[in-house]
């Protein structure tokens, strides 16, 4: 008995879909996440107190530049209408180098920390790879409403720790 392609192709087809409806789903698997407590890491870099020193030199002269700076602006400001037009011209001056030098002063605190969040960053990855993380989330920004539970052993620091030494 021989079937024609009119007849067998239409219920090789119904076959072909009844097989695929009754075949176990593939079931993905569940995003593994993490925690890791990012002041701690950086606290554990090896240059992180030489770092922490640079930054507090920047700020000690940021605090003491800029707030001179304010000073002057504060003084021009309390004037009001009574402000002459130079001294108007002045605040306007002022103000741009504030912000100009607020700017350049926040530059040179993101350079000096910048190679200690790439050390902490590739150190986070690499254990989060090797154990199966696909997600890995501040511990402390995670607390501030995020997430309301973890388990202990979600928390990844120690071994971010010892990666980073």
Same mark, same amino acid.
């Given at each position: ?30 995003? =593994? ?5 990012? %002041? ?5 870099? &090896?240059?992180?107190?030489? #770092?922490? $020193?640079? !930054? ?44 100009? =030098? ?5 530059? %040179? ?5 910048? &190679?200690?969040?790439?050390? #902490?960053? $590739?150190? !986070? ?41």
């Amino acid at each position: 008995m021989k079937l024609s392609t009119k007849v067998a192709l239409p219920l090789l087809t119904m076959a072909a879909v009844g097989a695929a409806t009754l075949a176990p789903h593939a079931q993905t698997a569940p995003n =593994k996440v993490g925690f890791v407590d990012v %002041q701690r890491l950086f606290a554990a870099h &090896p240059s992180a107190n030489t #770092v922490n $020193a640079n !930054i507090k030199t920047i700020e000690t002269r940021a605090n003491t530049e800029l707030g001179q700076l304010r000073q002057q602006m504060v003084t021009i400001s309390q004037k009001g209408n009574a402000a002459t037009a130079a001294e108007k011209q002045s605040l306007t001056q002022l103000e741009a180098t504030f912000k100009s =030098k607020y700017e350049a002063y926040g530059k %040179q605190i993101a350079d000096q920390s910048a &190679p200690i969040e790439k050390a #902490v960053d $590739a150190a !986070i990855n690499k254990v989060a790879k090797a154990n199966g993380y696909s997600v890995v989330m501040d511990r402390n920004v995670a607390a501030q409403g995020l997430v309301v539970f973890a388990e202990p052993t979600a928390d990844l620091t120690e071994a971010v720790m010892k990666e980073l030494k």
